[in-house]
């Protein structure tokens, strides 16, 4: 893209933004619908009437999604402000096959009548990827981000069920990436590469440089769970790990546990198991780090470091991996506590 297009698309999507945040805090104060007398509250700017037609589209997509939101996780909802990148409909955007070297035109409304900004681009392995699926479909429309210079197509794929297989139990750890409930072990750098996010400047290349690496290092690491054979994957549903004055957790602790992304980790399971069509069920993960896989007793003596030790049977095993194995014997239609009792056959999946 040249910098004169670079330009009009940058002016494009801050009339956008200034437009889709007056209809947020519009619709947030007055309820509306999507039609003419709601979209007509808008007065000013240089947005064309499909470009104002999108913005109050989605301003009410945010507005609905925000407030279910807030009412499922039993807190207050606050008025969503758009920043970033902007969904861009049929009506302002479309995908068309290009020409000569290049194999696709996005093609988005300017701020001038009947003046287009075509910005034609080459394919690439991860969109020829989505596209090789059966059933595979290239839709119009596209979100955009102008400060970044990218844009994100979408791909509509036919409903699959979940393919039946093994089950595995896994614990995102800090010392080890991921440990499952087969004994195996991926990741076991991530820790110096936290240590290096920490240690760079706030607000440096270095840094971002830093945060770049460990993130293709989480996807290259989950990237290795077996998931041609899973069928379902078992994890913790980790929250506020870095947060609160619990014992234990003081500046010493939430400084050195600031690099530590767990959720880069259960966003990329998420993402991985439905491309493999593995049902992914994230579990309470109380006392799975406490609690003996073989007999089931719980204290917090039977964990020292990276070793568990059974304080009423004696079983010795991997902390870790304990852990995992009560992820993979968790019920969750019974208790948001109950887990049975492993075993040590139990610890190899059939």
């Given at each position: 893209m040249t910098d004169a297009k670079h330009r009009r698309l940058f002016a494009v999507m801050r009339e956008v933004r200034s437009c889709l945040n007056w209809f947020c805090k519009d619709l947030w104060k007055t309820p509306g619908s999507l039609d003419a007398v709601t979209l007509n509250r808008f007065e000013g700017g240089g947005l064309s009437y499909r470009h104002r037609q999108n913005c109050l589209k989605v301003?009410?997509?945010?507005?609905?999604?925000?407030?279910?939101?807030?009412?499922?996780?039993?807190?207050?909802?606050?008025?969503?402000?758009?920043?970033?990148?902007i969904q861009l409909s049929t009506l302002v955007c479309?995908?068309?096959?290009?020409?000569?070297?290049?194999?696709?035109?996005?093609?988005?409304?300017?701020?001038?009548?009947?003046?287009?900004?075509?910005?034609?681009?080459?394919?690439?392995?991860?969109?020829?990827?989505w596209l090789a699926k059966p059933g595979a479909e290239l839709l119009q429309g596209a979100t955009v981000d102008a400060e970044r210079k990218l844009a994100w197509l979408w791909i509509r794929l036919p409903d699959e069920e979940p393919k039946v297989g093994d089950v595995l139990g896994v614990d995102i750890g800090v010392?080890?990436?991921?440990?499952?409930?087969?004994?195996?072990?991926?990741?076991?750098?991530?820790?110096?590469?936290?240590?290096?996010?920490?240690?760079?400047?706030?607000?440096?290349?270095?840094?971002?440089?830093?945060?770049?690496?460990?993130?293709?290092?989480?996807?290259?690491?989950?990237?290795?769970?077996?998931?041609?054979?899973?069928?379902?994957l078992k994890a913790e549903d980790l929250k506020n790990m870095k947060r609160g004055k619990q014992k234990g957790r003081g500046k010493n602790f939430r400084r050195a546990m600031a690099p530590w992304t767990y959720c880069e980790v259960l966003a990329r399971l998420t993402c991985l198991a439905q491309e493999n069509r593995v049902r992914l069920e994230l579990v309470n993960p109380k006392n799975t780090s406490r609690r003996c896989a073989k007999c089931g007793h719980v204290a917090k003596a039977n964990r020292v470091g990276e070793m568990f030790t059974c304080q009423q049977c004696s079983h010795t095993a991997d902390a870790?991996?304990?852990?995992?194995?009560?992820?993979?014997?968790?019920?969750?239609?019974?208790?948001?506590?109950?887990?049975?009792?492993?075993?040590?056959?139990?610890?190899?999946?059939?």
């Open positions: 301003a009410l997509e945010a507005i609905v999604a925000t407030k279910r939101s807030a009412r499922e996780l039993g807190k207050a909802a606050s008025c969503p402000n758009i920043h970033g990148a479309s995908v068309e096959s290009g020409k000569g070297s290049f194999d696709y035109v996005l093609k988005v409304s300017s701020l001038v009548s009947g003046e287009r900004i075509v910005i034609p681009f080459k394919s690439h392995l991860r969109l020829n990827h010392n080890k990436l991921i440990s499952d409930s087969n004994e195996n072990h991926y990741g076991t750098e991530i820790r110096a590469l936290c240590q290096k996010v920490r240690r760079k400047k706030p607000g440096s290349k270095a840094k971002l440089r830093a945060r770049r690496e460990r993130r293709d290092y989480i996807c290259r690491v989950v990237k290795e769970l077996p998931w041609k054979t899973l069928g379902n870790d991996t304990n852990a995992a194995i009560n992820i993979l014997h968790y019920h969750s239609e019974n208790s948001q506590d109950n887990m049975e009792p492993g075993s040590l056959a139990a610890m190899k999946i059939a």
